[in-house]
């Protein structure tokens, strides 16, 4: 059976100290991209929009890939802006297609001057179109801001796992892996979400040099493999 998948992006960590909003010019930076120039203009590159594209190769997906964007850190999002990214990412939904499972690429940490949660109204909003049914999934830095809208709308949340980040074509193939076993098992993932306390400084969640942040991912990783 082919599977139908949808894949859109939208990248942005904001900054709600920086008060110049950001607008569709500030992606020129990294990339606004629609339809076929997506494929074209990311292969080949260490970004979860290739890793899903090339591991739904593999599996004989029928990926509609309709927006990516990406933009640097900066200000909240401009209203127009987001209007105009939501639109494109669930114009196929609108237009009432209809997908086995549908994949966010997202940062987790995205506001706009009309959501201080854009990530999670984005994921509401699809599974409001997409219906309880379809499978939906997303990827994540791993510095998001999860909240509890982005777990009740989501099936599958998939952060990356290092710092410096270096792994997003890595995570978003075992993305592939898990949404692959979920369909055929007819089976959804289930999320579970609990606040612990905060980490020391960013610095000592790095991955690159031996340290504690790689002792637990070594822990989480075994635990995973039981």
Not at 40 to 61: C, H, I, M, Q, Y
Not at 115 to 131: C, K, M, N, P, Q
């Amino acid at each position: 059976m082919t599977r139908r998948i949808l894949l859109a992006e939208i990248m942005h960590e904001s900054n709600t100290f920086n008060q110049i909003a950001t607008t569709k010019a500030d992606f020129a930076g990294r990339y606004w991209l629609e339809g076929e120039d997506i494929p074209v203009s990311l292969e080949g590159t260490n970004t979860e929009v290739w890793g899903v594209l090339e591991a739904g190769k593999l599996r004989g997906w029928t990926i509609t890939h309709p927006f990516a964007a990406s933009a640097s850190p900066s200000g909240p999002m401009a209203a127009d802006t987001w209007h105009e990214v939501k639109h494109k990412i669930t114009a196929p939904l609108q237009d009432g297609e209809t997908f086995d499972a549908i994949i966010l690429v997202l940062h987790g940490a995205m506001v706009t001057q009309t959501s201080d949660d854009a990530d999670g109204e984005l994921l509401a909003l699809v599974r409001e179109l997409a219906g309880a049914e379809t499978l939906i999934a997303a990827t994540l830095d791993m510095h998001a801001n999860v909240s509890e809208l982005m777990v009740d709308s989501a099936d599958i949340l998939m952060a990356y796992r290092t710092y410096p980040h270096i792994d997003q074509f890595d995570r978003a193939q075992h993305l592939a892996d898990i949404i692959d076993t979920a369909l055929k098992t007819s089976q959804k993932p289930e999320l579970s979400f609990a606040r612990k306390a905060m980490m020391d400084a960013a610095d000592h969640g790095r991955t690159d040099p031996p340290g504690p942040m790689n002792r637990l991912l070594a822990r989480a990783e075994e635990i995973e493999q039981h």
